[in-house]
């Protein structure tokens, strides 16, 4: 598919016009950063296998009637998405403390949560993507009062189904990260993606890390982590 213009490059993917008014190409990139952008690398193939991975849930999810903007896998780093504007606030669900959530409520890693917690931050680069809460989204105009219920209520729906789909794959759903984008139409649905990346996922017998906080704390191992949930995926 003939690429146009190029929308936007964020961290990890590309999103470029093409000559269809509702969709846009996405291309996944092996570049990686953590702390805010401080550090950077490279994960080879990390593209394609997240390209894959993405794709892989968001046929799972609409198959359990959760809404996504996946269209079609183009090729190995690309997908045909349906055109959204993204909603400006990252929604993290959590069943297991972990990251920031550790440091913040002084809580050790690995302990479970008893219940889903879901947070919201506002997407801002420039800010540090910051913590917020319903009445800060509510006034800076970042989503109505309606949409924000439906992005709690569609992030827990997605972790239920996640969480059961890994654990066929004997992978812990510890947290993740969604994003959400709103059609011409209107319609609001699942967006960005959801690969190693954005989720944390350890394995369920040995709580091995098999995702980006390799990266992040420089633990090595980082490819095979991503390759190792991919091969699980496809048995599941
Ligand atoms: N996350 C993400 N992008 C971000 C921030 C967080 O995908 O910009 C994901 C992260 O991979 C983890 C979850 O959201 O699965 C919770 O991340 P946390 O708040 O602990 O922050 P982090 O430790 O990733 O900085």
């Known amino acids: 598919m003939q690429r146009q213009k190029m929308l936007y490059e964020g961290k990890a993917k590309r ?19 953590a702390f805010n ?3 950077r690398g490279q994960i080879a193939n990390k593209g394609a296998l997240n390209n894959q991975m993405s794709a892989h849930f968001f ?9 996504t903007h996946y269209l079609e896998t183009l090729s190995d780093r690309e997908m045909l998405v349906k055109r959204v504007r993204i ?3 990252e ?3 959590r069943n297991i403390v972990a990251g920031t959530l550790a440091k913040r409520l ?8 008893g219940r889903t917690v879901v947070e919201f931050y506002y997407k801002d680069d420039a800010l540090g993507d910051p913590l917020i809460n319903r009445s800060h989204a509510l006034a800076l105009k970042l989503a109505t009062r309606e949409q924000l219920d439906e992005l709690e209520a569609r992030a827990l729906a997605i972790n239920e189904s996640l969480t059961a789909h890994l ?4 992978l812990l759903l510890v947290d993740f990260k969604l994003e959400f984008g709103v059609t011409a139409d209107g319609e609001l649905l699942l967006a960005d993606e959801i690969s190693p990346d954005t989720c944390r996922l350890w394995d369920e017998t040995t709580r091995e890390k098999l995702d980006k906080d390799r990266f992040r704390r420089d633990l090595g191992g980082v490819e095979q982590a991503y390759e190792e949930v991919w091969r699980r995926l496809q048995q599941a």
């Open 37 to 39: 952008g401080e550090k």
């Open 87 to 89: 909603i400006p606030i």
């Open 15 to 33: 999103v470029y016009e093409i000559a269809r008014d509702d969709a846009y190409l996405v291309e996944f990139k092996d570049d990686a950063t």
């Open 91 to 93: 929604v993290v669900v």
């Open 59 to 67: 046929r799972l999810l609409e198959q359990q009637g959760i809404r």
């Open 167 to 170: 654990h066929a794959c004997q």
């Open 106 to 113: 002084g809580l050790a890693e690995g302990v479970d949560l």
